[in-house]
């Protein structure tokens, strides 16, 4: 079993659609979380931070629950330009002390007109 | 700002070739990663270092790789002889410190034929 997990996808979802990914991770020492967007030919860029709050940003809304060991995002009134892979990351402290910062391998979303 | 500077950004060599490619974080930054991508196993953490010292080399695939960072401006992956199963994109990203976001070069895309 990978220590992060996402649903590869695709999604396929129309224009102004809220769509959701999750993505679960085994280790519960994991102690910061991100979300990645990777579009094609190109380098992941970070979208957002996953606090234990939750967080949102315009029409992204993150949220981790540590009891589930799960993150998510939600993405509402989806517009084309979020076509993209969204890869979810863990870091963890390893019993070394060094880190680690581990990729899911990404959930690909298209959105269509 | 300058964001993270990589070179060559489009590699092809012929196997047994040394391969050098050529990173330089974003000044202020006290972490570099080295990941490598491919379509069957996403994307992998080759090694990081922090504050120019190699902390976390366990993800480099073997002998034929090896990788410096002399000073804080510069990093380099070599592999040597190169392979044909070596294709893939390259990605630097560097870091604030171990434990934030981090931030990626546009990759160099090796082709060993």
């Excluded at chain 2, 090896?66 to 630097?92: G, H, W």
Aim: hydrophobic share 30%; with cysteine; charged share 20%.
């Amino acid at each position: 079993r990978k220590e992060v997990e996402q649903d590869p996808g695709p999604f396929n979802v129309p224009e102004g659609a809220t769509v959701a990914f999750n993505c679960t991770y085994s280790n519960s020492a994991s102690q910061s979380f991100f979300w990645y967007r990777q579009d094609c030919r190109k380098e992941p860029k970070l979208l957002m931070s996953v606090y234990s709050s939750g967080n949102e940003d315009g029409r992204f809304t993150a949220q981790l629950n540590r009891a589930s060991q799960y993150i998510s995002l939600l993405i509402r009134d989806s517009k084309l330009s979020d076509s993209a892979t969204y890869l979810c990351v863990v870091n963890r402290r390893s019993t070394s002390g060094t880190y680690k910062y581990i990729f899911g391998t990404g959930t690909r979303l298209k959105v269509l007109a | 700002d300058a964001g993270v500077i990589q070179s060559p950004r489009h590699e092809v060599t012929e196997m047994g070739q040394e391969v050098t490619l050529r990173c330089k974080p974003i000044s202020g930054h006290n972490s570099l990663f080295w990941y490598r991508q491919t379509m069957m196993r996403g994307l992998e953490l080759l090694i990081y270092f922090n504050n120019n010292v190699p902390i976390d080399d366990s993800g480099m695939p073997e002998d034929r790789f090896s990788a410096k960072m002399p000073n804080a401006s510069f990093s380099t992956l070599k592999i040597q002889p190169s392979e044909p199963r070596d294709s893939a994109v390259y990605f630097c990203a560097s870091s604030p410190d171990r434990d934030y976001e981090q931030y990626f070069g546009p990759g160099t895309r090796l082709t060993v034929t």
